[in-house]
């Protein structure tokens, strides 16, 4: 249903910015909510952010609020994690999702339908 793609390189240093693109294929992307999930080693999967079907709502972690900005493009079927600001604890892999329940997301992602391959983001000190 759509493919996780990572723009500007996996390794950053910290207080950099990088960018993660979402692209799907089809009405049903388009219709679905979709939202940015990560886990780091040794760590449960991490919920941080969802965009509605629309375009015209999100939902924020407190984890990330501030430095990351979600949007999306109906028209070329692609949402977009701008990450600033990234720090150290920020290293993990992260994955996109898609799914017609918004609060899916928000209580951990479980039951979610549509999950994208993880990109591994690095970033140093």
């Known amino acids: 249903m759509f493919s996780c793609r990572r723009r500007g390189g996996g390794l950053v240093q910290a207080g950099g910015s990088l960018r993660l693109s979402c692209a799907g294929s089809?009405?049903?992307?388009?219709?679905?909510?979709v939202g940015w999930f990560r886990q780091a080693p040794g760590k449960e999967r991490e919920f941080l952010v969802v965009?509605?079907?629309?375009?015209?709502?999100?939902y924020y972690a407190d984890s990330v609020k501030g430095r990351f900005a979600i949007s999306r493009d109906r028209v070329k079927n692609t949402v977009s994690l701008q990450m600033s600001s990234l720090k150290p604890e920020d290293t993990a892999d992260y994955y996109c999702a898609a799914d017609d329940i918004f609060t899916r997301f928000i209580s951990g992602g479980s039951g979610i339908k549509y999950w994208g391959k993880g990109t591994q983001v690095t970033v140093s000190s």
């Open positions: 965009i509605n079907w629309s375009g015209d709502s999100t």
């Open positions: 089809g009405r049903t992307f388009n219709s679905y909510a």
